[in-house]
């Protein structure tokens, strides 16, 4: 009853400022919306039973969710619906582009709508979440949908059979390499079991460039580093494991998300170790057969594993009632209870707070620790490099990553190349914005 009355008050505030435009009638019916995300399998199901249960816990407004294939796939369509002038009211982004789609004018401030509602409690998100949720002008764009770092999940049977210890293994990637190389199996043909499997991708990639040293730029973020030997030595050992060594197994290809359930499937049915992966890959996991570890570091150094949000945004080109339909939807999917509903089904982190005070919650990761090794790894965590030249670094870094992963090209020379590009990108960006 007391959350009840907590969106009945929201709906009033949001109510109240439908009204002030001048009407003197309320609108017929709830406020439609569509909500566009790009998660599948039972992340999809379960943000749509979010959806489904909101619906029914008020008649103001109903929400549609519109899936695409993924995070990517969601970005690109937004552009084209703006593009057509046919925008939904809210979706979930990547942090990576919200300046850029606020600095176009694509998505719209929350400000005025947080301010609306008396008991909205801003300073109950988890600070590191809601930091990327500010744009450059200092405006709130966005709310924190759920919190995500990639941890390692291991079979106990591969590890138990052969004599291999969790916390020895996970010591640092080249202890993690010799026990891979303990479990790999090979028969005449090839691999027929991988002792650790990465995601496709510059992430992992990344997290163990920076478990390294690495870094993107320097202090002055003037000269990129993306040819130091930091970046260099732990791309060519990664590359050795994949490719010369056979220890790593790698997917790669396909649609959406189809490598990164593949990889799941190696784990879950038998053809590998253990993986590197989302916090959100719990709801995919069984944990009577795999357990969740925080990352290792590089050579003796300390990890330093990305954590980051995915972000609730209101599109600008949604009419004046959606735009505050879709807050008081993104108000509900952030409330504690749900956020702690979404982690406990997901395994991603909870943006708020007061959600480990939640009784389920608590009971919950009383029974299933694994869900708190996301939690424990996002306390040593870095933020994520947010490229303001337009994606063109990034670009250049999972191209190279394409080159080391799947090619085989040694990171010398894929690293040279993005170097280049990086350098030439962040030389462009400063002429162009100098005071």
Same mark, same amino acid.
């Given at each position: 009853?007391?959350?009840?009355?907590?969106?009945?008050?929201?709906?009033?505030?949001?109510?109240?400022?439908?009204?002030?435009?001048?009407?003197?009638?309320?609108?017929?019916?709830?406020?439609?919306?569509?909500?566009?995300?790009?998660?599948?399998?039972?992340?999809?199901?379960?943000?749509?039973?979010?959806?489904?249960?909101?619906?029914?816990?008020?008649?103001?407004?109903?929400?549609?969710?519109?899936?695409?294939?993924?995070?990517?796939?969601?970005?690109?369509?937004?552009? #084209? #619906?703006?593009?057509?002038?046919?925008?939904?009211? #809210?979706?979930?982004?990547?942090?990576?582009?919200?300046?850029?789609?606020?600095?176009?004018?694509?998505?719209?401030?929350?400000?005025?709508?947080?301010?609306?509602?008396?008991?909205?409690?801003?300073?109950?998100?988890?600070?590191?979440?809601?930091?990327?949720?500010?744009?450059?002008?200092?405006?709130?764009?966005?709310?924190?949908?759920?919190?995500?770092?990639?941890?390692?999940?291991?079979?106990?049977?591969?590890?138990?059979?052969?004599?291999?210890?969790?916390?020895?293994?996970?010591?640092?990637?080249?202890?993690?390499?010799?026990?891979?190389?303990?479990?790999?199996?090979?028969?005449?043909?090839?691999?027929?079991?991988?002792?650790?499997?990465?995601?496709?991708?510059?992430?992992?990639?990344?997290?163990?460039?920076?478990?390294?040293?690495?870094?993107?730029?320097?202090?002055?973020?003037?000269?990129?580093?993306?040819?130091?030997?930091?970046?260099?030595?732990?791309?060519?050992?990664?590359?050795?494991?994949?490719?010369?060594?056979?220890?790593?197994?790698?997917?790669?290809?396909?649609?959406?998300?189809?490598?990164?359930?593949?990889?799941?499937?190696?784990?879950?049915?038998?053809?590998?170790?253990?993986?590197?992966?989302?916090?959100?890959?719990?709801?995919?996991?069984?944990?009577?057969?795999?357990?969740?570890?925080?990352?290792?570091?590089?050579?003796?150094?300390?990890?330093?594993?990305?954590?980051?949000?995915?972000?609730?945004?209101?599109?600008?080109?949604?009419?004046?009632?959606?735009?505050?339909?879709?807050?008081?939807?993104?108000?509900?999917?952030?409330?504690?209870?749900?956020?702690?509903?979404?982690?406990?089904?997901?395994?991603?982190?909870?943006?708020?707070?007061?959600?480990?005070?939640?009784?389920?919650?608590?009971?919950?990761?009383?029974?299933?620790?694994?869900?708190?090794?996301?939690?424990?790894?996002?306390?040593?965590?870095?933020?994520?490099?947010?490229?303001?030249?337009?994606?063109?670094?990034?670009?250049?870094?999972?191209?190279?990553?394409?080159?080391?992963?799947?090619?085989?090209?040694?990171?010398?020379?894929?690293?040279?190349?993005?170097?280049?590009?990086?350098?030439?990108?962040?030389?462009?960006?400063?002429?162009?914005?100098?005071?």
């Amino acid at each position: 009853m007391k959350k009840q009355n907590r969106y009945a008050l929201i709906g009033i505030f949001l109510l109240g400022l439908l009204s002030c435009g001048g009407k003197t009638s309320a609108p017929s019916g709830p406020v439609r919306i569509d909500f566009w995300y790009g998660l599948g399998g039972k992340l999809g199901e379960t943000v749509e039973s979010i959806i489904a249960a909101f619906n029914e816990s008020q008649d103001e407004v109903f929400v549609t969710g519109v899936q695409q294939s993924s995070y990517q796939e969601t970005e690109r369509q937004l552009q #084209a #619906a703006v593009a057509a002038n046919k925008v939904p009211a #809210a979706a979930i982004m990547r942090v990576y582009g919200l300046n850029t789609f606020a600095r176009r004018g694509i998505i719209a401030p929350l400000d005025s709508y947080i301010d609306a509602v008396p008991d909205f409690n801003k300073d109950d998100f988890i600070p590191s979440f809601l930091s990327y949720c500010y744009s450059d002008r200092n405006e709130i764009i966005a709310l924190p949908a759920y919190g995500t770092t990639q941890v390692m999940y291991y079979r106990m049977d591969a590890f138990r059979e052969a004599g291999v210890e969790p916390d020895e293994a996970f010591k640092s990637w080249q202890s993690l390499a010799e026990a891979a190389a303990k479990m790999t199996k090979r028969d005449r043909n090839g691999v027929t079991f991988y002792g650790w499997e990465l995601m496709w991708g510059s992430s992992n990639m990344m997290d163990i460039a920076y478990g390294n040293g690495a870094r993107h730029l320097s202090d002055d973020q003037r000269t990129a580093l993306l040819n130091t030997p930091e970046w260099v030595d732990s791309w060519e050992t990664v590359r050795r494991w994949i490719h010369d060594d056979q220890v790593f197994g790698l997917h790669y290809g396909g649609d959406g998300w189809e490598y990164w359930y593949k990889t799941i499937d190696d784990v879950m049915q038998g053809r590998a170790a253990g993986y590197l992966g989302s916090s959100g890959d719990q709801g995919d996991l069984d944990f009577n057969l795999v357990a969740a570890h925080v990352q290792p570091g590089y050579n003796g150094r300390p990890p330093l594993p990305y954590a980051e949000c995915l972000a609730l945004v209101a599109m600008s080109g949604a009419d004046a009632a959606q735009k505050q339909a879709a807050f008081r939807w993104m108000t509900y999917f952030t409330d504690a209870s749900v956020t702690a509903d979404f982690s406990m089904r997901t395994g991603y982190i909870p943006v708020r707070r007061s959600c480990t005070e939640n009784p389920e919650y608590m009971a919950y990761t009383a029974l299933n620790p694994q869900a708190l090794i996301p939690l424990k790894q996002a306390e040593f965590s870095r933020r994520s490099f947010i490229d303001f030249t337009g994606g063109k670094i990034d670009t250049a870094i999972e191209d190279a990553c394409d080159l080391v992963q799947i090619e085989n090209v040694p990171a010398a020379i894929a690293l040279a190349e993005a170097q280049k590009i990086a350098q030439s990108a962040l030389d462009e960006y400063w002429t162009e914005n100098e005071e």
